[in-house]
T-cell receptor, first 115, second 113 residues
Framework: GAGVSQSPSNKVTEKGKDVELRCDPI?????LYWYRQRLGQGLEFLIY????????KSGLPSDRFSAERTGESVSTLTIQRTQQEDSAVYLC?????????????FGQGTRLTVV | DQQVKQNSPSLSVQEGRISILNCDYT??????FLWYKKYPAEGPTFLISISSIKDKNEDGRFTVFLNKSAKHLSLHIVPSQPGDSAVYFCAASAGAGSYQLTFGKGTKLSVIP
């Protein structure tokens, strides 16, 4: 597609349930990032994928969070046993290479609400 | 501990006037700074950046100024247009080749026609 696509746009889930968020990066982009934005806060880095290298998971807030990416394609972010503090907008971004913060394109985000 | 701070949550400016958005940082390792613009229900889009070897970068109506000694940067928009109304995020990284960006909380700019 023309841009980074995320699904679903909105997700409401009950506390304790697992959720899976999906990101389709721009075709050909080797780098993929997940960020989250909680209400009134800036974007927080979660995880970074670069090609087939081991991902940088240093931003994941707990072991309930995990993400996968196969090659240079779709990525999924999974949150297990969701808590109310997980409520946020989860943003995915991609770029041609890691040396391109100015060439990083964001998706529209998935708004997650845990009730 | 917030390493990138945007102390003004909102700003209103008359169309045609100058908009000045401010950003402060605390981490002295940061040497590459970016501004992103975000419309509702859309992802942030890159606007302009500056490396610490410069103190000014200009792109059309947008200019970013960097004061390293004060650990302060600002984004100037001249003249402001109603289409500039959005949330502006300041971001920083330790090197232009670093992928990990640290963002401020954002400033919501409203340009009044």
């Amino acid at each position: 597609g023309a841009g980074v696509s995320q699904s679903p746009s909105n997700k409401v889930t009950e506390k304790g349930k697992d959720v899976e968020l999906r990101c389709d990066p721009i075709s050909g982009h080797t780098a993929l990032y997940w960020y989250r934005q909680r209400l009134g806060q800036g974007l927080e880095f979660l995880i970074y994928f670069q090609g087939n290298s081991a991902p940088d998971k240093s931003g994941l807030p707990s072991d309930r969070f995990s993400a996968e990416r196969t090659g240079e394609s779709v990525s999924t972010l999974t949150i297990q046993r969701t808590q109310q503090e997980d409520s946020a907008v989860y943003l995915c971004a991609s770029s041609l290479s890691k040396v391109s913060p100015s060439g990083t394109f964001f998706g529209q985000g998935t708004r997650l609400t845990v009730v | 501990d917030q390493q990138v701070k945007q102390n003004s949550p909102s700003l209103s400016v008359q169309e045609g006037r100058i908009s000045i958005l401010n950003c402060d940082y605390t981490n002295s390792m940061f040497d590459y700074f970016l501004w992103y613009k975000k419309y509702p229900a859309e992802g942030p889009t890159f606007l302009i950046s500056i490396s610490s070897i410069k103190d000014k970068n200009e792109d059309g109506r947008f200019t970013v100024f960097l004061n390293k000694s004060a650990k302060h940067l600002s984004l100037h928009i001249v003249p402001s247009q109603p289409g500039d109304s959005a949330v502006y995020f300041c971001a920083a990284s330790a090197g232009a080749g670093s992928y990990q960006l640290t963002f401020g909380k954002g400033t919501k700019l409203s340009v009044i026609p």
